[in-house]
C-alpha cells in the first residue's frame, strides 16, 4: 500500500475529532448556564443585581470532586500556577523545580512569582523524574513543580518522598489533566496545592479560566488573596476586611467570571465520562499496537491514567518522519512539544523577561548562579527527540480507533 505521503490515498480524508470539553460547549446545560447569568446581569463573582454564585457552585463541584478542603476558580491555569506559587510562599530569588517538558506557562508563572526555575529530567513517562528532583535540590529549593501531562499522572509517591525529606513545597501542575487520577486520589489533591486549566483545548474548558485547590488554609488565604487585588472582596463582609493570614500584600485581579464559573460548574458533571472515554480509546490503541518494535510511554498507574497515547521511537529522523507520514494519513500526531524541552525557548535560554535581561532570573538583588543551555536535561531531550503522540478525545468513534490503528500499522510496515 503506497504511503499517502507519497501520494497513496490516506486511510482517512475527514479529520479525527480530538476536542474534549469544548464538544460539550452548544448542550442544553451549558447554554442555560450562561443565558441564566446573562439575564441576572451579575457577571461578577462578588456582587451583583441578581447573583447567582455560579463561581462558588464550581468551586463546592470542585472540592467534592478532588476532596481538596479549599478550592478557587480563578482566570487561567497560568493563573492557578501563580497564585498557588503565591499561596505556599515562594519568595524572590527562590528555586523552584520544573520539569524539562512542560508547556511555558509552567516557567513563566514559577517567573513571574519573583523564583528561579530550575530543570530537572522526566523520565519514560515524560513526567518528572524524582532521582533528577532530588539532584537538583540546594538549600534555596522552595517548591517543585510536578506536571501531569497530556492526561498521565506523574508517580506522585517517590516525587513526594523527596519533596517532604527536604521540606519542599508541592505544587501539582495539573492543567492537563483535571480528572485523573494517582492511586485513587484526584490529581491537583495530592501535593500542597494543585493547578487546573480550562482553557478551550482542556478536558473541561470555559474558553480560558482554571482553579487551584489546596487542603492548606494559608495557602489558600494568600492566594485567594493574590487573586482579588490583595483581597478587596475575597476578604470583605460589609465594611469588615478581616486580615486572615499575615500582614496586607498588593496583589492582581485574576478572578473568574460568572460566565466561566457557570460554564466550568455545568462542565464539570461531563468531567469523569470525558476522562473515562479517552482513557478507553487509549488503552485500546496501546493494547492493539502491542506488537510494535516501539517504546511505549510508561504510565505510572495504569488504573488512574487518562488517556494519551505516546510511544518512543530509536531514533528523532524516524519519529520525525513517522509523524509527517501519520499526518498526510488523516491522523493528528507529533512529536511532543515538537521533539523540544521547556526551556528551549529563547525567552528563558537568554533569560529575558518583560521587564528586563537577565532579571530576576539573575541580576544584583536576586543573585542565582543558575544558567541556561539547550543540553542541560540530555535524557529529556532525546526522549522528545524519539516521541510520537497522537491525539485522542472523548468524542472519537470506534471507526476512529480502527483507522488510527489501521494507519500506525500501514506507516510501521515501512517505516520500523
Ligand atoms: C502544563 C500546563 N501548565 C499550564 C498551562 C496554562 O494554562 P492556561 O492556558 O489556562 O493559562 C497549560 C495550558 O495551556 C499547560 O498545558
Same mark, same amino acid.
Given at each position: 500500500?503506497?504511503?499517502?505521503?507519497?501520494?497513496?490515498?490516506?486511510?482517512?480524508?475527514?479529520?479525527?475529532?480530538?476536542?474534549?470539553?469544548?464538544?460539550?460547549?452548544?448542550?442544553?446545560?451549558?447554554?442555560?448556564?450562561?443565558?441564566?447569568?446573562?439575564?441576572?446581569?451579575?457577571?461578577?463573582?462578588?456582587?451583583?443585581?441578581?447573583?447567582?454564585?455560579?463561581?462558588?457552585?464550581?468551586?463546592?463541584?470542585?472540592?467534592?470532586?478532588?476532596?481538596?478542603?479549599?478550592?478557587?476558580?480563578?482566570?487561567?491555569?497560568?493563573?492557578?500556577?501563580?497564585?498557588?506559587?503565591?499561596?505556599?510562599?515562594?519568595?524572590?530569588?527562590?528555586?523552584?523545580?520544573?520539569?524539562?517538558?512542560?508547556?511555558?506557562?509552567?516557567?513563566?508563572?514559577?517567573?513571574?512569582?519573583?523564583?528561579?526555575?530550575?530543570?530537572?529530567?522526566?523520565?519514560?513517562?515524560?513526567?518528572?523524574?524524582?532521582?533528577?528532583?532530588?539532584?537538583?535540590?540546594?538549600?534555596?529549593?522552595?517548591?517543585?513543580?510536578?506536571?501531569?501531562?497530556?492526561?498521565?499522572?506523574?508517580?506522585?509517591?517517590?516525587?513526594?518522598?523527596?519533596?517532604?525529606?527536604?521540606?519542599?513545597?508541592?505544587?501539582?501542575?495539573?492543567?492537563?489533566?483535571?480528572?485523573?487520577?494517582?492511586?485513587?486520589?484526584?490529581?491537583?489533591?495530592?501535593?500542597?496545592?494543585?493547578?487546573?486549566?480550562?482553557?478551550?483545548?482542556?478536558?473541561?474548558?470555559?474558553?480560558?479560566? %482554571?482553579?487551584? =485547590? /489546596?487542603?492548606? &488554609?494559608?495557602?489558600? @488565604?494568600? #492566594?485567594?488573596?493574590?487573586? *482579588?487585588?490583595?483581597?478587596?472582596?475575597?476578604?470583605?463582609?460589609?465594611?469588615?476586611?478581616?486580615?486572615?493570614?499575615?500582614?496586607?500584600?498588593?496583589?492582581?485581579?485574576?478572578?473568574?467570571?460568572?460566565?466561566?464559573?457557570?460554564?466550568?460548574?455545568?462542565?464539570?458533571?461531563?468531567?469523569?465520562?470525558?476522562?473515562?472515554?479517552?482513557?478507553?480509546?487509549?488503552?485500546?490503541?496501546?493494547?492493539?499496537?502491542?506488537?510494535?518494535?516501539?517504546?511505549?510511554?510508561?504510565?505510572?498507574?495504569?488504573?488512574?491514567? %487518562?488517556?494519551? =497515547? /505516546?510511544?518512543? &521511537?530509536?531514533?528523532? @529522523?524516524? #519519529?520525525?518522519?513517522?509523524? *509527517?507520514?501519520?499526518?498526510?494519513?488523516?491522523?493528528?500526531?507529533?512529536?511532543?512539544?515538537?521533539?523540544?524541552?521547556?526551556?528551549?525557548?529563547?525567552?528563558?535560554?537568554?533569560?529575558?523577561?518583560?521587564?528586563?535581561?537577565?532579571?530576576?532570573?539573575?541580576?544584583?538583588?536576586?543573585?542565582?548562579?543558575?544558567?541556561?543551555?539547550?543540553?542541560?536535561?540530555?535524557?529529556?531531550?532525546?526522549?522528545?527527540?524519539?516521541?510520537?503522540?497522537?491525539?485522542?478525545?472523548?468524542?472519537?468513534?470506534?471507526?476512529?480507533?480502527?483507522?488510527? =490503528?489501521?494507519?500506525?500499522?500501514?506507516?510501521?510496515?515501512?517505516?520500523?
Amino acid at each position: 500500500m503506497t504511503h499517502a505521503i507519497d501520494g497513496g490515498k490516506p486511510v482517512r480524508d475527514t479529520p479525527i475529532d480530538t476536542d474534549k470539553g469544548v464538544s460539550y460547549l452548544s448542550e442544553q446545560e451549558e447554554m442555560q448556564a450562561v443565558e441564566d447569568v446573562l439575564r441576572s446581569r451579575s457577571l461578577f463573582r462578588y456582587y451583583g443585581p441578581q447573583l447567582l454564585r455560579k463561581t462558588e457552585a464550581f468551586e463546592q463541584r470542585l472540592r467534592d470532586i478532588t476532596g481538596a478542603k479549599y478550592a478557587l476558580g480563578v482566570s487561567s491555569g497560568t493563573a492557578a500556577l501563580q497564585a498557588a506559587l503565591v499561596g505556599l510562599g515562594v519568595e524572590d530569588g527562590d528555586e523552584v523545580v520544573v520539569p524539562a517538558v512542560t508547556f511555558i506557562a509552567t516557567v513563566g508563572a514559577v517567573i513571574n512569582a519573583r523564583a528561579v526555575p530550575v530543570f530537572a529530567e522526566v523520565d519514560e513517562s515524560l513526567n518528572l523524574d524524582p532521582i533528577s528532583f532530588e539532584a537538583q535540590v540546594t538549600s534555596k529549593t522552595k517548591a517543585v513543580v510536578p506536571v501531569h501531562l497530556a492526561n498521565v499522572a506523574c508517580d506522585m509517591d517517590p516525587i513526594m518522598a523527596v519533596a517532604r525529606r527536604h521540606g519542599i513545597r508541592v505544587l501539582e501542575d495539573a492543567a492537563q489533566a483535571m480528572g485523573v487520577t494517582y492511586r485513587g486520589r484526584q490529581v491537583g489533591s495530592i501535593g500542597d496545592a494543585g493547578a487546573f486549566s480550562l482553557q478551550l483545548s482542556k478536558n473541561i474548558t470555559t474558553g480560558e479560566g %482554571g482553579a487551584l =485547590v /489546596t487542603g492548606d &488554609f494559608t495557602v489558600f @488565604d494568600r #492566594a485567594a488573596r493574590y487573586h *482579588d487585588q490583595g483581597g478587596q472582596f475575597t476578604t470583605s463582609t460589609g465594611d469588615v476586611r478581616e486580615l486572615t493570614s499575615g500582614e496586607p500584600f498588593i496583589g492582581t485581579n485574576l478572578r473568574m467570571t460568572e460566565i466561566a464559573g457557570a460554564l466550568a460548574a455545568a462542565q464539570i458533571d461531563r468531567l469523569e465520562r470525558i476522562v473515562s472515554s479517552m482513557r478507553g480509546f487509549a488503552a485500546e490503541i496501546r493494547r492493539r499496537l502491542g506488537d510494535l518494535p516501539v517504546e511505549w510511554r510508561r504510565i505510572p498507574d495504569p488504573m488512574g491514567e %487518562g488517556g494519551s =497515547v /505516546t510511544m518512543f &521511537f530509536e531514533s528523532s @529522523d524516524t #519519529a520525525i518522519h513517522f509523524a *509527517d507520514a501519520l499526518r498526510a494519513e488523516g491522523i493528528p500526531a507529533g512529536r511532543v512539544y515538537g521533539g523540544r524541552p521547556v526551556y528551549a525557548n529563547p525567552a528563558v535560554l537568554n533569560q529575558r523577561t518583560a521587564w528586563s535581561v537577565g532579571c530576576p532570573f539573575n541580576c544584583a538583588e536576586h543573585p542565582t548562579d543558575r544558567t541556561y543551555a539547550m543540553g542541560m536535561c540530555p535524557r529529556s531531550e532525546d526522549l522528545l527527540g524519539r516521541s510520537l503522540s497522537i491525539g485522542i478525545g472523548p468524542m472519537m468513534t470506534q471507526g476512529d480507533v480502527d483507522d488510527i =490503528v489501521a494507519a500506525v500499522r500501514k506507516v510501521a510496515e515501512h517505516l520500523l
